[in-house]
Every structure is written in structure tokens, then in C-alpha cells.
């Protein structure tokens, strides 16, 4: 049985932790076939019970995730990672930047421009999640606080501009972004 509560924003952001994490066992992964296995709603959310495995060495993954309830913006745009200005409990700076390279790359491999504009969106929520973990406007540099992830903190102490944010938000910058439709409702996308 898992051993913590994770907290996640949304399904969207407990979906990307288990692109995100890498296995305990064998240190690779990627984990997949994540499902619930048990799921239990309660005043504060949801309480889901996550199986995956891991590619690599085939090792059974369980953890424990705490899903706020849905608010009505959520329920019609289940993409919505984080509403909040608060960052991730359970994915770091790292793991966004990541993230967000995982989809751009995608995307620029893709020979639907449809499907690649989605995940072009998919890499901006993420660069706009690790731009969250940015509290200090006269540092450039995320704080220790936002490395929470072994890889992650490697790979700060080996090529720190990787995290600088004056290059994640020019990253960001050339890809489309997200707003409210013409008729008022959440979800239609722009450039």
C-alpha cells in the first residue's frame, strides 16, 4: 500500500506525475498502465488508490493521491492542470521543464497540425507550472524549495541556466496559449 497522500491540483496534473516520476525500483521507467484502483470521495476530494508499472523492470507502482472536487470550470475543461497560483506539491521545476520538452519534441514530430498545437499546449501549461515555483522576481533561478526530485537537483547543479527563467518564459513565449472562447466559454484555444 502506498505510503503518503500526494496532492494534486487536478487529475490532469496526477496524469502528468506519472509521466513525470521514474521508478524507485530501478531508476527508469517510464511507468505505465497507471489506473485507479480504488477511489473514495469525501469532503476534500477525491482519494485514489494509482497502479502503474514500470516499463523497464516491471516492477508494481502504488501511491496514494488526494484530488481536490472538481470545480465547474474543471469539469468542462478536464485539461486544467492547476487553477491556482500555488505550484506543484508532487512535480518540481525539473520535472516541468522536462515535461514541457517532452511535448514540444512531440509536437514538432507530429504530422497533424491539429494534434500538434494541442501538445504545443501542453508544453506551455508546463513551462507556466514551473514559472509557479519562481517567487523571488530578483532571482532568476528557482529556489531549493522547487527541487524536490534527485534528477531534478542533479541536473540544476550540472546546467543551471536550463532553469533560468528568463529562458523558460522566452520558451514560452513561442508557443500558443490558452483562453476563454469567443461565446465565454473555457477551453478554446489561441495563439
Known amino acids: 500500500m502506498p505510503d503518503a497522500e500526494l496532492q494534486a491540483h487536478s487529475l490532469a496534473e496526477a496524469d502528468l506525475y506519472v509521466q513525470a516520476i521514474a521508478c524507485p525500483e530501478c531508476g527508469a521507467g517510464p511507468i505505465t498502465s497507471a489506473h485507479a484502483q480504488d477511489e473514495k470521495q469525501d469532503a476534500g476530494g477525491w482519494l485514489r488508490t494509482e497502479i502503474g508499472l514500470c516499463a523497464s523492470c516491471g516492477a508494481e507502482l502504488r ?27 508532487i512535480i518540481d521545476v525539473g520535472q516541468w521543464i522536462t515535461l514541457a520538452g517532452v511535448f514540444a519534441e512531440r509536437a514538432s514530430n507530429s504530422t497533424d497540425p491539429r494534434h500538434a498545437r494541442r501538445l504545443n499546449l501542453q508544453a506551455a501549461q508546463c513551462l507556466a507550472e514551473a514559472l509557479k515555483f519562481y517567487d523571488d522576481p530578483d532571482n532568476d533561478l528557482p529556489p531549493s524549495e522547487a527541487l524536490f526530485c ?42
Open 150 to 191: 534527485e534528477s531534478s537537483r542533479e541536473r540544476f547543479r550540472s546546467h543551471p541556466q536550463q532553469f533560468s527563467r528568463r529562458r523558460l518564459l522566452h520558451e514560452r513565449s513561442k508557443l500558443p496559449t490558452t483562453s476563454e472562447r469567443r461565446g465565454g466559454q473555457p477551453g478554446e484555444w489561441k495563439k
Open 63 to 89: 501511491w496514494l493521491l488526494r484530488i481536490p472536487a472538481a470545480s465547474e470550470a474543471d469539469a468542462a475543461d478536464q485539461t486544467a492542470i492547476n487553477r491556482t497560483d500555488e505550484p506543484s506539491r
